[in-house]
């Protein structure tokens, strides 16, 4: 942030700011305090913040920055200034001027906020004109991200064009006094949008039974044991009872969703209490502006039907995050399901005719508006683990803050992430910006979303890469629009792989110094060898890319993807490594588990090598030891085994004896060292012999890998680690690593403003084009 001292006695000071201050009240706020300090000029908006000038005593424009710089409005955030001394031009007054499009710069979006307490407050006021009225907003809340169509951000470039003030809002608008001075998607019941309730032929259900309001319609159909698709800030959401089994059973049976847990929506924070034992940070990030679904250990004997949350210690909860979703739960009092509005692998539905054509068999009833939605934006979802807040999907209310700073002479990135949990990063002037939460790009509508994500995020961002960084894999869905946009503009294309990509976006967030060993473990990745990777350790310089220095000992994966829904498939690969050492408890588990035919199938698959990739995946060996443990069947959703797993080792009252963990064995294998998990298994195979709970066990391998990071930070001489990839979500997993690194003198960075899965590969990518360009 530059500074200057004016010593004339009247001055002409130019102030240009960049960063999060549109939407935000940051042009009402520089008129009081201009007008405070007697000063005249100007605030307008510009491509990339806010310029400023003002004409009067010396001293006054200096007060007048200092105060500015300390009394921010709350939810902006500046990124830096620049002062300029300049000729008096003669100013007669302090004026907010029309935004000047053509400033150049990196525009710089707010996210879509919950209701403050003030317009809640006047939502339930009788007296109120906005009394019950779903689209209350100021300048301190409301639809940003998704209604934003283009920067500068003034309601002539949002969807909210169409909707001519009343005398009453422009009154409001043109008050300096008043919170919605200058706040561009001012509404109310006169002049603003209006929500109604249809069937799914389109009719409209009309008014009955005592009820006067939409959400008073919406809580009877509730009631009743029905799905309501509502269309919210960012999209469409499905919508049941959360204490109806049979409620919540069909919406599986509608979604396709087998096992993975739906998230829940309570009226206030009481009765999140009431659900889950909560943390003062669980509590803060619920109550937040942001909003998100917050995942939080589960309470016993709640009222929540049984399918809701089937498998895991964690409840994934939210308070209301709009002022419709508000009115509704004053309306019902109960905790609801709340889930995304798409058919499986299609993205959000954000218009009502697309709601009433896919959702037709989904829903029985849709409560919809009439304000266009520009983007689909789903809700966030977070967790806390050893206080620090961890992104778990990256949408609405931080989507698309920037998440990234480097050298404004950096290239211009279009990173297109991965295929699975997609996201896009643009980074542009050194700033990167990341796209919310776009899903899995494995249908046609999902792929078509995220080719207009890249489209319109570029388009609103002015921006034309020099280089377009995509995931190394040769068949990532990403790639075809790689190649047309490249041929288009003439640039190239920059694989990247997916494991390097998780290290450098986390180093990349938390500005990581170098050097140190980047820790990336998931699912499954393609391999500079050819192979399946996913338990692999880097060595990152200040340049390059990060070199693969070890990975856990490979095994097969049968079937490939198969491998990922079957973990009994899993363990018979590993166990068929263990033959000679006697782990009798291992084969009696397999037996158990795996009719004797698949189980030959299997064998045969693996000895003649069809269809069974290598693989060094540290998350499928978690879903191994789950089946070992006593996981059984297949897994219902992602991650669902190592959840479990999770679930289990962290349900122990207290910690085991000191060195109760499983013992890795390291060895070099080339250039490699390879981390061997054959007397893991040996040791859990006793453990099965001799009785011991799976909790016990479940905890014996999580301490396992806690010791295991550390051992392989030590044999590299490294004291500085960072972390990547989606096994890094299992909260008892980070909890050890934590406490390790505090009682080793270690610093370890780790995925927060961004997810530590999938949805931050475009962020690592577009980190490795910069490292290409430095050389």
């Not at 029309?98 to 407050?121: N, Y």
């Not at 001075?181 to 929500?195: T, V």
């Not at 959401?237 to 599986?252: M, T």
């Not at 962290?650 to 499983?662: H, K, V």
Request: aromatic content about 8%.
């Amino acid at each position: 942030m530059s500074t200057i001292t004016i010593e004339q006695a009247v001055s002409a000071l130019k102030i240009d700011i960049t960063g999060m201050v549109q939407g935000v009240g940051f042009r009402p706020h520089v008129y009081r305090l201009a007008s405070r300090f007697g000063l005249k000029g100007f605030v307008r908006n510009t491509e990339s913040g806010v310029e400023i000038r003002v004409e009067g005593d010396a001293g006054d424009a200096e007060r007048f920055f200092a105060e500015l710089m300390e009394s921010l409005p709350e939810h902006a955030r500046v990124y830096g200034t620049e002062q300029t001394v300049c000729e008096p031009a003669g100013y007669e007054e302090f004026l907010i001027l029309e935004s000047d499009p053509a400033s150049g710069g990196v525009p710089i979006m707010l996210p879509d906020l919950a209701p403050c307490p003030e317009c809640l407050r006047e939502m339930r006021d009788p007296s109120s004109r906005r009394y019950h009225y779903p689209f209350t907003n100021c300048t301190h809340c409301g639809p940003r991200y998704s209604i934003i169509e283009s920067m500068p951000y003034d309601r002539s470039g949002t969807s909210m064009k169409g909707f001519r003030m009343c005398p009453e809002c422009m009154k409001e608008y043109q008050d300096v006094g008043d919170r919605r001075f200058h706040a561009q998607p001012i509404a109310c019941p006169e002049c603003g949008p209006s929500m109604k309730v249809l069937f799914s032929d389109g009719s409209e259900l009309g008014f009955g039974h005592g009820f006067d309001t939409p959400a008073a319609q919406v809580a009877w159909v509730l009631a009743d044991g029905l799905i309501v698709a509502l269309m919210g800030v960012g999209g469409f959401q499905l919508l049941a009872d959360a204490a109806s089994e049979g409620a919540v059973r069909r919406l599986r049976k509608l979604k396709g969703r087998d096992a993975k847990p739906f998230a829940v929506m309570v009226p206030d924070m009481a009765a999140a209490e009431a659900l889950c034992h909560l943390t003062e940070d669980e509590k803060r990030l619920l109550a937040s502006p942001e909003a998100p679904i917050v995942l939080a250990v589960k309470r016993k004997n709640v009222d929540l039907a049984p399918s809701v949350c089937m498998f895991s210690r964690f409840a994934g909860i939210m308070l209301p995050s709009s002022p419709v979703h508000a009115l509704l739960m004053d309306m019902w009092r109960k905790p609801l399901v709340v889930t995304s509005g798409n058919l499986s692998g299609e993205p959000l539905c954000i218009s009502v005719e697309e709601a009433l054509q896919k959702l037709e068999n989904a829903a029985d009833v849709f409560f919809v508006h009439d304000r266009p939605i520009v983007r689909p934006v789903d809700d966030s979802v977070v967790r806390v683990a050893g206080g620090r807040t961890m992104m778990v999907r990256r949408a609405r209310g931080y989507a698309p803050r920037p998440v990234w700073r480097t050298a404004p002479e950096a290239p211009k990135v279009l990173a297109l992430g991965s295929g699975l949990k997609n996201t896009v990063c643009w980074l542009k002037d050194g700033v990167a910006v990341m796209s919310q939460h776009l899903g899995d790009l494995d249908s046609a509508a999902a792929l078509r979303a995220f080719e207009r994500t890249v489209e319109v995020l570029g388009s609103t961002l002015k921006a034309v890469p020099d280089v377009i960084a995509v995931d190394a894999h040769p068949d990532n869905p990403t790639a075809a629009l790689a190649r047309r946009l490249a041929r288009e503009w003439g640039v190239s294309v920059f694989p990247v792989q997916h494991h390097q990509a998780h290290v450098l976006a986390c180093a990349a967030e938390n500005g990581t110094p170098f050097p140190a060993l980047g820790v990336a473990w998931d699912g499954t990745g393609f391999g500079t060898d050819g192979t399946v990777w996913g338990g692999e350790f880097f060595i990152m310089e200040e340049q390059g890319a990060p070199k693969r220095v070890a990975r856990i000992r490979p095994f097969l994966l049968p079937g490939g993807d198969e491998a990922v829904k079957e973990p009994a498939r899993c363990a018979c690969a590993l166990a068929r490594q263990m033959a000679e050492w006697g782990t009798d408890g291992l084969f009696r588990r397999l037996e158990h588990g795996i009719p004797p035919r698949k189980r030959q199938a299997l064998e045969t698959m693996m000895e003649r090598h069809v269809h069974c990739p290598a693989t060094s995946s540290m998350g499928r060996l978690f879903d191994a030891v789950a089946f070992w443990c006593g996981f059984d069947g297949a897994a219902g959703c992602e991650g669902h085994a190592a959840m479990v797993l999770e679930s289990w080792a962290a349900s122990l009252p207290e910690d085991g004896p000191e060195g109760d963990s499983y013992e890795w064995v390291m060895h070099e294998e080339g250039s490699l060292l390879e981390l061997d998990w054959r007397p893991v298994l040996k040791a859990l195979n006793d453990d099965l012999l001799a009785g011991v709970s799976r909790c016990r066990m479940a905890r014996k391998f999580h301490e396992s890998l806690v010791n295991l990071v550390f051992d392989v930070a030590e044999r590299f001489s490294q004291d500085r680690l960072v972390l990547g990839g989606g096994c890094f979500q299992n909260a008892f997993l980070l909890e050890g690593l934590m406490g390790m690194a505090q009682s080793r003198a270690c610093v370890l960075s780790l995925p927060q403003r961004v997810p530590c899965n999938d949805g931050g590969i475009s962020l690592g990518q577009a980190a490795a084009a910069v490292r290409q360009w430095k050389g």
